[in-house]
């Protein structure tokens, strides 16, 4: 008999300190006690373990088929032979024998121990890949172990992984024992167990702070459009707002800085420039070079994402950017391709029919004509909303006022006031409409709508 004692107890310890369940160590146990019984017996031999969770009693059986005639002696028996072992048997059914021994041995003992520590390092590598693979595309708390030739062994709780200088912020130095925050880029695995590459470098690092440092972020009141990154110099970062009454570049920012300057201070004092998306390119591309002002922009090409800046000569300089990182942060922030002019070089038409393919005034022409049309469609979508419902008022008021006529003309009408409506004298009118069969007694009289009618129609005849 083979006793595990407080099996349990190891079973608990094991799945707590490594990540091994206890079912995978239920099966690395079975497999390794059948590997060293195999050693005793043949190669070919149908085995099978069993281990009880509860008493950590394991046993082995010897799983053979009763046959009417025996082709392979190891796996198989008689009829007559196994119902020696079990009366209700039956041909083409399977007996399983008992063969557990009370001693395997010291050479079996150490193929089983092999077994085991072979399968729970396998299941703790699965573990590990399982764990971290879900979290790929966010931030992740580590300990610098110890320093190697520029790299930084980082300890992130179950496993260790390497930050490169290519990952690394440029001047930033740790030690042994410091906290750092990493970005997990990936996980692969290898013969050795998952590997992780994680950053700092990143661009999903900054998205990723943000995301942590602003509430409005995470309840997607705001929304990180874009990042682009020159690690250690400079960043820049555009977002937009779901909530016209929310700005959302104030907001990033926060009170006096406190919310920017928590980050700036996490990626060691790299400069970010937080700037407005807009759905217009032009207004979009203006904003991704700021802090430099831009006079105009032109889009040369809506499909090959092609556009000329033109700012003044004083701010050409910082519009590129020391070593051209401020265009280039911006090229890859918009995906367009921006090519800088000054005023004076714009003004001029051969340079501008160089850059663009066309003349200053045709452009200019152009821009306008597109400006015209862009704000015609949105003052057409803002207005579309409102169109039904003042149509819908004008008709009210227009039947009103037809139902008022209406009820005038229902009315009785003084004959005074008729009779000056039509230019007589009341006493000469009075005599008139006698003559058209109409009766009326004197001046204070009213003449009713039937009346009103008979007189209006022989007037005109």
């Not at 799983?63 to 196994?82: F, M, Q, R, W, Y």
């Not at 999903?204 to 942590?212: H, K, N, P």
């Not at 009454?245 to 996490?266: D, F, L, P, Y």
Request: proline share 3%.
């Amino acid at each position: 008999m083979i006793l595990i004692d407080n099996f349990d107890q190891v079973a608990a310890q094991i799945e707590a300190e490594r990540g091994v369940t206890k079912a995978e160590l239920m099966e690395a146990i079975e497999m390794a006690l059948v590997s060293a019984c195999r050693r005793r017996l043949d190669e070919t031999a149908n085995l099978k373990g069993v281990l009880n969770p509860v008493s950590g009693e394991a046993k082995i059986y010897h799983i053979k088929s009763v046959v009417a005639s025996v082709e392979d002696p190891i796996n198989e028996l008689t009829l007559a032979e196994g119902r020696k072992i079990d009366r209700a048997t039956a041909v083409g059914e399977q007996i399983e024998i008992d063969i557990t021994p009370e001693d395997f041995g010291r050479i079996a003992a150490q193929t089983a121990k092999q077994v085991i520590v072979q399968r729970i390092r396998e299941a703790e590598k699965r573990s590990v890949f399982d764990e971290f693979k879900d979290r790929i595309g966010e931030i992740i708390l580590g300990t610098v172990q110890r320093v190697e030739n520029k790299n930084y062994l980082v300890n992130l709780g179950r496993i260790e992984a390497l930050l490169m200088p290519k990952d690394q912020i440029e001047g930033e130095r740790f030690f042994p024992k410091d906290k750092i925050r990493v970005y997990l880029v990936d996980i692969h695995t290898t013969p050795r167990g998952p590997q992780l590459q994680i950053s700092r470098s990143h661009p999903g690092l900054v998205r990723r702070l943000f995301e942590l440092e602003i509430p409005e972020i995470q309840d997607g009141i705001i929304e990180v459009v874009n990042v682009a990154r020159d690690p250690g110099k400079r960043a820049k970062v555009a977002v937009k707002s779901n909530n016209p009454a929310i700005g959302a570049v104030g907001t990033c920012v926060g009170h006096m800085g406190g919310r920017i300057q928590s980050i700036i201070k996490e990626l060691g004092a790299e400069k970010i420039d937080i700037l407005e998306w807009d759905e217009n390119p032009r207004v979009f591309i203006a904003n991704s070079l700021k802090p430099a002002r831009i006079s105009q922009v032109l889009i040369t090409s809506m499909d090959d994402k092609t556009s000329v800046v033109v700012v003044p000569k004083d701010q050409l300089s910082l519009a590129i950017g020391k070593a051209g990182v401020n265009v280039r942060l911006a090229v890859k922030l918009t995906n367009w391709k921006i090519d800088i002019v000054s005023e004076e070089d714009f003004s001029e038409d051969r340079v501008v029919k160089e850059k663009i393919g066309m003349s200053l005034a045709e452009k200019l022409q152009q821009d306008k004509e597109e400006a015209a049309r862009e704000k015609a469609e949105k003052i057409a979508k803002d207005e579309q909303s409102t169109t039904q419902s003042a149509l819908a008022i004008a008709l009210s008021k227009a039947n009103r006022r037809d139902d008022e006529e209406a009820n005038r003309e229902a009315e009785p009408l003084k004959v005074s006031i008729l009779a000056e409506q039509l230019g007589y004298k009341t006493k000469d009118f009075i005599e008139l409409v006698k003559g058209f069969g109409v009766e009326i007694k004197s001046a204070r009289s009213s003449v009713t709508p039937e009346q009103l009618a008979i007189i209006k129609e022989k007037i005109r005849s």
